[in-house]
Protein backbone atom coordinates (compact mmCIF):
# COMPACT_ATOMS: atom_id res chain seq x y z
CA UNK A 1 0.00 0.00 0.00
CA UNK A 2 1.21 3.57 -1.34
CA UNK A 3 2.62 5.45 2.20
CA UNK A 4 0.78 8.44 3.70
CA UNK A 5 4.30 10.19 2.30
CA UNK A 6 3.54 8.97 -1.04
CA UNK A 7 -0.20 10.26 -1.11
CA UNK A 8 0.60 13.98 0.47
CA UNK A 9 3.46 14.31 -2.71
CA UNK A 10 0.90 13.45 -5.49
CA UNK A 11 -1.69 15.96 -3.99
CA UNK A 12 0.99 18.88 -3.68
CA UNK A 13 2.26 17.59 -7.48
CA UNK A 14 -1.11 17.56 -9.02
CA UNK A 15 -1.79 21.46 -7.78
CA UNK A 16 1.66 22.47 -8.98
CA UNK A 17 3.84 20.99 -11.50
CA UNK A 18 1.05 19.07 -13.35
CA UNK A 19 0.61 23.23 -14.83
CA UNK A 20 3.60 22.41 -16.70
CA UNK A 21 2.27 19.20 -19.04
CA UNK A 22 -1.69 20.17 -19.07
CA UNK A 23 -0.90 22.13 -22.20
CA UNK A 24 1.77 23.43 -24.54
CA UNK A 25 0.85 26.19 -23.31
CA UNK A 26 1.48 25.79 -19.60
CA UNK A 27 5.18 23.93 -20.18
CA UNK A 28 6.16 26.73 -22.22
CA UNK A 29 5.12 29.01 -19.19
CA UNK A 30 6.94 26.73 -16.95
CA UNK A 31 10.00 26.73 -19.20
CA UNK A 32 10.16 30.52 -18.85
CA UNK A 33 10.00 30.64 -15.72
CA UNK A 34 12.92 27.58 -14.87
CA UNK A 35 14.82 29.92 -16.98
CA UNK A 36 14.68 32.66 -14.69
CA UNK A 37 15.52 30.71 -11.58
CA UNK A 38 17.40 27.36 -12.75
CA UNK A 39 20.73 26.89 -11.46
CA UNK A 40 22.63 23.74 -11.98
CA UNK A 41 25.55 23.65 -9.20
CA UNK A 42 24.84 20.91 -6.30
CA UNK A 43 23.58 22.96 -3.48
CA UNK A 44 25.74 23.95 -1.01
CA UNK A 45 25.22 21.22 1.55
CA UNK A 46 25.95 18.10 -1.05
CA UNK A 47 28.84 20.14 -1.87
CA UNK A 48 30.27 19.58 1.54
CA UNK A 49 29.24 15.93 1.71
CA UNK A 50 31.51 14.80 -1.57
CA UNK A 51 33.42 16.52 -3.67
CA UNK A 52 32.76 17.87 -6.88
CA UNK A 53 34.66 19.32 -9.79
CA UNK A 54 33.39 20.83 -12.98
CA UNK A 55 34.48 21.38 -16.75
CA UNK A 56 33.64 21.90 -20.05
CA UNK A 57 32.41 20.09 -22.86
CA UNK A 58 31.25 21.69 -25.95
CA UNK A 59 30.35 25.09 -23.73
CA UNK A 60 28.42 23.11 -21.08
CA UNK A 61 29.34 22.50 -17.65
CA UNK A 62 30.27 18.44 -16.46
CA UNK A 63 30.50 17.63 -13.14
CA UNK A 64 32.67 14.95 -11.95
CA UNK A 65 31.56 13.60 -8.23
CA UNK A 66 33.70 11.55 -5.82
CA UNK A 67 33.42 10.30 -2.71
CA UNK A 68 35.90 10.28 0.05
CA UNK A 69 36.97 6.81 -1.09
CA UNK A 70 35.89 4.75 -4.17
CA UNK A 71 36.23 2.05 -6.57
CA UNK A 72 36.58 1.59 -10.02
CA UNK A 73 32.95 1.94 -11.12
CA UNK A 74 31.96 5.27 -13.24
CA UNK A 75 28.40 5.89 -13.23
CA UNK A 76 27.34 8.67 -15.95
CA UNK A 77 24.12 10.40 -14.63
CA UNK A 78 21.66 11.64 -16.98
CA UNK A 79 19.32 14.03 -15.29
CA UNK A 80 15.28 14.24 -16.11
CA UNK A 81 13.23 17.16 -16.63
CA UNK A 82 11.29 16.55 -20.21
CA UNK A 83 14.68 17.59 -22.06
CA UNK A 84 13.65 21.26 -21.20
CA UNK A 85 13.81 21.41 -17.48
CA UNK A 86 17.41 21.79 -15.38
CA UNK A 87 18.91 19.42 -13.12
CA UNK A 88 17.60 19.60 -9.85
CA UNK A 89 18.37 19.04 -6.03
CA UNK A 90 16.09 15.80 -5.95
CA UNK A 91 18.74 15.11 -8.35
CA UNK A 92 21.81 15.85 -6.67
CA UNK A 93 20.42 14.49 -3.78
CA UNK A 94 20.19 11.12 -5.42
CA UNK A 95 23.80 11.35 -7.10
CA UNK A 96 25.54 12.34 -3.75
CA UNK A 97 23.97 9.33 -2.17
CA UNK A 98 25.04 6.65 -4.92
CA UNK A 99 28.26 7.76 -5.16
CA UNK A 100 28.71 7.73 -0.74
CA UNK A 101 27.25 4.23 -1.05
CA UNK A 102 28.45 2.46 -3.81
CA UNK A 103 32.11 4.16 -3.36
CA UNK A 104 31.58 5.30 -7.26
CA UNK A 105 32.84 7.96 -9.39
CA UNK A 106 29.59 10.02 -11.18
CA UNK A 107 29.80 11.89 -13.98
CA UNK A 108 27.02 14.64 -14.78
CA UNK A 109 26.68 16.42 -17.98
CA UNK A 110 24.69 19.60 -17.97
CA UNK A 111 23.59 18.96 -21.72
CA UNK A 112 22.21 21.71 -23.56
CA UNK A 113 18.24 21.99 -23.28
CA UNK A 114 15.31 22.63 -25.40
CA UNK A 115 13.85 24.49 -26.85
CA UNK A 116 17.67 26.58 -27.03
CA UNK A 117 18.74 23.14 -28.22
CA UNK A 118 18.04 20.18 -29.94
CA UNK A 119 18.55 16.54 -29.97
CA UNK A 120 21.54 16.83 -31.64
CA UNK A 121 23.34 19.29 -29.89
CA UNK A 122 22.13 16.65 -26.36
CA UNK A 123 23.24 13.60 -27.49
CA UNK A 124 26.62 15.60 -29.40
CA UNK A 125 27.78 16.48 -26.30
CA UNK A 126 26.62 13.86 -23.93
CA UNK A 127 28.44 11.52 -26.44
CA UNK A 128 31.11 13.20 -25.93
CA UNK A 129 31.58 12.78 -22.60
CA UNK A 130 31.06 8.98 -23.13
CA UNK A 131 33.82 8.61 -25.05
CA UNK A 132 36.17 10.39 -22.59
CA UNK A 133 34.88 8.25 -20.14
CA UNK A 134 36.00 5.23 -22.38
CA UNK A 135 39.51 6.78 -22.39
CA UNK A 136 39.94 6.83 -18.81
CA UNK A 137 37.50 3.16 -17.59
CA UNK A 138 36.75 0.28 -19.18
CA UNK A 139 33.45 -0.17 -20.44
CA UNK A 140 32.41 -3.10 -17.70
CA UNK A 141 33.33 -0.41 -14.92
CA UNK A 142 30.65 1.98 -16.75
CA UNK A 143 26.85 2.43 -15.70
CA UNK A 144 24.31 4.49 -17.32
CA UNK A 145 21.95 5.69 -14.77
CA UNK A 146 19.12 8.20 -15.76
CA UNK A 147 15.51 9.40 -14.96
CA UNK A 148 12.35 10.34 -17.17
CA UNK A 149 13.87 11.75 -20.09
CA UNK A 150 17.64 11.11 -18.94
CA UNK A 151 16.65 7.45 -18.80
CA UNK A 152 15.42 7.85 -22.51
CA UNK A 153 18.69 9.27 -23.28
CA UNK A 154 20.69 6.36 -21.49
CA UNK A 155 19.41 4.11 -23.56
CA UNK A 156 19.56 6.03 -26.81
CA UNK A 157 22.67 6.76 -26.24
CA UNK A 158 23.56 3.11 -25.84
CA UNK A 159 22.15 2.37 -29.13
CA UNK A 160 23.84 5.21 -30.67
CA UNK A 161 27.71 4.13 -29.17
CA UNK A 162 26.92 0.49 -30.74
CA UNK A 163 26.20 1.91 -34.22
CA UNK A 164 29.39 3.75 -33.51
CA UNK A 165 31.61 0.87 -33.11
CA UNK A 166 31.85 2.18 -29.25
CA UNK A 167 31.34 -0.03 -26.78
CA UNK A 168 27.62 -0.26 -24.28
CA UNK A 169 27.87 0.24 -20.69
CA UNK A 170 28.12 -2.44 -18.04
CA UNK A 171 24.79 -1.60 -16.86
CA UNK A 172 21.74 0.93 -17.22
CA UNK A 173 19.87 2.34 -13.80
CA UNK A 174 16.66 3.70 -15.74
CA UNK A 175 13.97 5.79 -13.57
CA UNK A 176 10.62 6.03 -14.44
CA UNK A 177 12.19 6.58 -18.27
CA UNK A 178 10.30 7.74 -21.70
CA UNK A 179 10.82 4.79 -23.93
CA UNK A 180 7.56 5.49 -26.44
CA UNK A 181 7.57 9.40 -27.24
CA UNK A 182 4.82 8.85 -29.46
CA UNK A 183 2.78 8.79 -26.10
CA UNK A 184 0.24 6.83 -28.66
CA UNK A 185 -0.67 3.59 -26.85
CA UNK A 186 -4.19 3.58 -24.96
CA UNK A 187 -2.90 2.41 -21.89
CA UNK A 188 -0.62 5.58 -21.45
CA UNK A 189 -4.27 7.69 -22.14
CA UNK A 190 -6.32 5.55 -19.47
CA UNK A 191 -3.17 6.46 -16.36
CA UNK A 192 -3.20 10.35 -17.23
CA UNK A 193 -6.12 10.50 -15.77
CA UNK A 194 -4.83 9.28 -12.36
CA UNK A 195 -0.92 10.88 -13.14
CA UNK A 196 -0.87 13.48 -10.73
CA UNK A 197 2.34 14.91 -12.37
CA UNK A 198 2.36 14.30 -16.62
CA UNK A 199 0.19 15.46 -19.09
CA UNK A 200 0.55 13.87 -22.92
CA UNK A 201 -0.23 17.34 -24.36
CA UNK A 202 3.06 19.26 -22.24
CA UNK A 203 4.83 15.66 -23.17
CA UNK A 204 4.48 15.88 -26.76
CA UNK A 205 5.26 19.48 -26.85
CA UNK A 206 8.42 18.78 -25.15
CA UNK A 207 9.34 16.30 -27.41
CA UNK A 208 8.61 18.65 -30.49
CA UNK A 209 10.43 20.89 -29.04
CA UNK A 210 13.99 18.84 -28.85
CA UNK A 211 13.04 16.41 -31.40
CA UNK A 212 14.54 18.18 -34.45
CA UNK A 213 12.06 17.10 -36.74
CA UNK A 214 12.39 13.41 -36.19
CA UNK A 215 10.09 11.53 -36.08
CA UNK A 216 8.41 10.39 -32.72
CA UNK A 217 8.79 6.73 -33.83
CA UNK A 218 12.32 6.54 -34.47
CA UNK A 219 14.33 4.68 -32.22
CA UNK A 220 16.55 8.19 -31.51
CA UNK A 221 13.08 9.66 -30.04
CA UNK A 222 11.56 6.51 -29.38
CA UNK A 223 14.23 3.55 -27.92
CA UNK A 224 11.33 0.86 -27.60
CA UNK A 225 11.35 0.71 -31.19
CA UNK A 226 15.31 0.07 -31.49
CA UNK A 227 17.11 -2.72 -31.58
CA UNK A 228 17.23 -3.28 -27.82
CA UNK A 229 19.45 -6.91 -27.99
CA UNK A 230 22.52 -4.12 -27.65
CA UNK A 231 21.34 -2.89 -23.82
CA UNK A 232 23.26 -4.41 -21.33
CA UNK A 233 21.59 -5.65 -17.97
CA UNK A 234 18.95 -3.45 -16.41
CA UNK A 235 17.62 -1.80 -13.86
CA UNK A 236 14.33 -0.46 -14.65
CA UNK A 237 11.99 1.33 -11.87
CA UNK A 238 8.52 2.52 -13.08
CA UNK A 239 5.28 3.44 -10.94
CA UNK A 240 1.04 2.56 -11.92
CA UNK A 241 0.21 6.27 -11.72
CA UNK A 242 3.18 7.58 -14.03
CA UNK A 243 1.63 7.83 -17.75
CA UNK A 244 4.91 6.03 -19.36
CA UNK A 245 4.16 3.35 -17.05
CA UNK A 246 2.44 1.18 -19.59
CA UNK A 247 5.29 1.60 -22.27
CA UNK A 248 7.74 0.93 -19.36
CA UNK A 249 6.11 -2.60 -19.19
CA UNK A 250 6.00 -3.30 -23.28
CA UNK A 251 9.83 -2.33 -23.39
CA UNK A 252 10.66 -5.01 -19.97
CA UNK A 253 9.00 -7.72 -22.23
CA UNK A 254 10.22 -6.96 -25.42
CA UNK A 255 14.31 -6.08 -24.26
CA UNK A 256 13.47 -9.85 -22.34
CA UNK A 257 12.50 -11.25 -25.52
CA UNK A 258 16.02 -10.09 -26.98
CA UNK A 259 17.91 -11.64 -24.41
CA UNK A 260 18.55 -8.69 -21.97
CA UNK A 261 18.14 -9.35 -18.39
CA UNK A 262 15.54 -6.89 -17.11
CA UNK A 263 15.22 -6.21 -13.34
CA UNK A 264 11.69 -4.27 -13.62
CA UNK A 265 10.24 -2.52 -9.96
CA UNK A 266 6.85 -1.68 -10.94
CA UNK A 267 6.09 -0.33 -7.61
CA UNK A 268 1.68 0.28 -7.14
CA UNK A 269 0.55 3.79 -6.57
CA UNK A 270 3.57 5.26 -7.06
CA UNK A 271 4.38 8.76 -9.12
CA UNK A 272 6.94 9.81 -11.65
CA UNK A 273 10.41 9.50 -10.95
CA UNK A 274 9.39 8.30 -6.47
CA UNK A 275 13.28 7.20 -6.39
CA UNK A 276 13.96 10.55 -6.50
CA UNK A 277 11.69 12.25 -3.17
CA UNK A 278 12.14 11.35 0.19
CA UNK A 279 9.56 8.67 1.03
CA UNK A 280 9.73 4.83 2.21
CA UNK A 281 9.36 3.47 -1.31
CA UNK A 282 11.99 5.77 -2.62
CA UNK A 283 14.52 4.57 0.27
CA UNK A 284 13.67 0.95 -1.06
CA UNK A 285 14.12 1.45 -4.46
CA UNK A 286 17.54 3.37 -3.83
CA UNK A 287 18.42 -0.18 -1.82
CA UNK A 288 17.72 -2.00 -4.68
CA UNK A 289 19.87 0.40 -6.46
CA UNK A 290 22.91 -0.15 -4.87
CA UNK A 291 21.98 -4.27 -4.80
CA UNK A 292 22.19 -4.18 -8.45
CA UNK A 293 25.39 -2.66 -8.86
CA UNK A 294 27.40 -3.80 -5.42
CA UNK A 295 29.02 -6.27 -8.27
CA UNK A 296 30.87 -3.14 -10.31
CA UNK A 297 33.48 -1.70 -10.30
CA UNK A 298 34.85 -2.89 -6.97
CA UNK A 299 31.75 -1.22 -5.45
CA UNK A 300 31.71 -1.90 -1.58
CA UNK A 301 35.17 -0.85 -1.19
CA UNK A 302 33.75 2.95 0.14
CA UNK A 303 33.36 3.11 3.81
CA UNK A 304 29.23 2.52 4.28
CA UNK A 305 27.33 5.86 4.01
CA UNK A 306 24.09 6.14 5.89
CA UNK A 307 21.00 6.64 3.85
CA UNK A 308 19.67 10.17 2.59
CA UNK A 309 17.19 11.30 0.06
CA UNK A 310 16.02 14.50 -0.94
CA UNK A 311 12.96 16.57 0.71
CA UNK A 312 9.87 16.86 -0.82
CA UNK A 313 8.86 18.91 -4.07
Not at 88 to 98: D, N, P
Not at 166 to 194: C, K, Q, Y
Amino acid sequence: MPSLKSHFVAFILKHSRKKAFTSPEGLHRWIARSRRTQDHRPPPKIAARITTTCREVQGFPVYEVTPKTFGDMRILYLHGGAYVFEITKFHWALIAEMAERLGARITVPVYPLAPEHDFHAMFGMVGEVYRGMLDETPENDIVFMGDSAGGNMAVVLTMMAVREGLPAPARHVLISPGLDMTLANPAVHAVERIDPWLGIPGGLEAVRLYSAGIERTDWRISPLYGDLSVLPRTLLFTGTRDILNPDSLIFAERARAAGIDVDLVSEPGMIHVWPLIDMPEARRARDRMVTFLGDIGGAGKSTPAPVRTAPSP
